[in-house]
């Protein structure tokens, strides 16, 4: 009988259970519930980056064309149609700017404006700014152009 007794007990000993249990289980899924939301939220991030960067990279591309139009027109042509001069570079409203221009799918407004013998005599000062989302974000260029005599 002893020896039976003890065969049981060091069976008992002996013996794994297999598998997890609940309270491990839930544990294990809330860690990964909680990495996986900020894996989420590292990735709407990103896509809001990369949506910002787009709408720089294409405002920039813009402003550079409108900038290069503007320098290789001839010098009497570029005018400041309000007579606002010097004042008048940092204007960003369509009332406010000598010209103006809206993208075909009304995305950016592209202002610019001129300032006749700004900073010197014989030159003009344009400043190109591109606006988007309603206005919120801008970013400019501005040239001075020399009348070559």
């Not at 787009?54 to 290789?72: K, N, P, T």
């Not at 009304?106 to 005599?121: C, E, K, T």
Request: glycine share 8%; hydrophobic share 40%.
């Amino acid at each position: 009988m002893f020896l039976k007794q003890n065969m049981t007990h060091r069976d008992d000993v002996y013996r794994t259970d297999k598998g997890f249990t609940i309270i491990e289980v839930l544990i294990t899924m809330a860690i990964f519930s909680i990495g996986f939301l900020g894996i989420a939220k590292l990735q709407l991030s990103s896509v809001g980056g990369n949506r910002n960067a787009f709408q720089i990279s294409e405002a920039l591309s813009l402003a550079e064309g409108r900038m290069e139009q503007l320098i290789s027109a001839p010098f009497n042509s570029l005018i400041d149609t309000n007579n606002d001069g010097a004042n008048g570079l940092n204007a960003n409203t369509a009332g406010s700017a000598d010209n103006t221009f809206t993208t075909a799918d009304g995305r950016y407004s592209i202002f610019w404006n001129v300032a006749d013998n700004f900073p010197g005599n014989n030159t003009k000062t344009i400043k190109v700014i591109v606006a988007w989302r309603r206005g919120s974000k801008n970013l400019s260029f501005s040239c001075i152009k020399a009348n070559s005599l």
